[in-house]
């Protein structure tokens, strides 16, 4: 507040409360102070560390020749954008419907939009808003769900809520493995699951369990193999991965065959010495003709 020599009286008040009259201190607040190695026409005043509560309108009242006047200004605090409460991390089964709530404050009022981060490293925005709703969610939904507070104050707030989705297993790798006698042997079977599957092998309606009848099974994670140290000729055939959770279970054909073998299109071995004796004769019959 500047003020002329002609002025007699000085005051800053807020709203109704005097603050300082002259040099006089009236406010219990310390965070006020005068202003001191100013000008001799300056009257100002410092508020220190401000809060919201301080916002509002302050008045300069001066009296000269005994007139009094007064200048205003309005104090406007801002407060940087700031979470306040969200979600908590969950599990839900696929096809439930799933809600989300991030809630912030802030001075402007804070901006909330959502993105979806999925394990496979995508990321997009899903909406704006304090709530997000997930009608029969899938699997492809899962993954942390970043809520993103501002209000171009400061850096924006930003907070996440990890949603995982149960759901049955699919198999998604099971690969037919030709093996000569006496040479060590794998079949691979692969299965994405929440929670993780667990794997049973099968050879036609016979379960084989480690360590057994010469082979071992290995389960790493969602993928599971069946290792025949020294395959034999009764080791080939069909064998059945079997992948299980909570959610539903699921089993995929493997067979294990010899070398030079070929596979029908239902995947089946056929011996090799068939399929040459078909081609002898379809050549003979060919020459027959000439």
Request: net charge neutral; charged share 20%.
């Amino acid at each position: 507040c500047n003020v002329d020599s002609k002025v007699s009286r000085v005051a800053w008040l807020n709203r109704t409360t005097i603050l300082f009259a002259g040099s006089e201190k009236w406010s219990l607040d310390p965070r006020v102070i005068l202003m001191e190695n100013t000008a001799v026409t300056e009257y100002s005043i410092e508020i220190q560390n401000v809060d919201v509560h301080d916002e509002g309108p302050y008045i300069c009242s001066i009296l000269t020749n005994k007139k009094p006047k007064s200048t205003k200004v309005h104090l406007i605090v801002q407060v940087p954008a700031r979470i306040t409460n969200i979600s908590k991390d969950i599990a839900v089964n696929e096809g439930s419907n799933v809600n989300l709530m991030c809630l912030a404050v802030g001075r402007p009022e804070a901006n909330i939009i959502w993105k979806h981060h999925s394990p496979r490293g995508t990321h997009k925005f899903v909406t704006e808003g304090e709530h997000l709703e997930l009608t029969a969610i899938t699997k492809e939904q899962s993954g942390s769900y970043e809520c993103i507070a501002s209000n171009d104050i400061s850096s924006p707030d930003v907070r996440t809520v990890q949603v995982a989705v149960n759901y049955p297993p699919f198999i998604s790798k099971a690969r037919s493995t030709g093996t000569p006698v006496g040479q060590k042997g794998i079949l691979q079977c692969e299965a994405s699951a929440v929670p993780r599957a667990d794997f049973e092998w099968y050879k036609e309606d016979r379960r084989l369990f480690n360590g057994l009848n010469g082979v071992k099974i290995e389960n790493q994670g969602k993928q599971s193999m069946l290792v025949f140290f020294n395959v034999s000729e009764e080791d080939y055939g069909n064998y059945t991965c079997v992948a299980m959770n909570t959610m539903g279970i699921t089993n995929a054909s493997i067979i294990l065959y010899g070398p030079g073998a070929m596979h029908d299109v239902n995947g089946a071995a056929v011996l090799p010495r068939f399929s040459a004796c078909l081609l002898l004769t379809e050549t003979l019959l060919y020459l027959l003709k000439f």
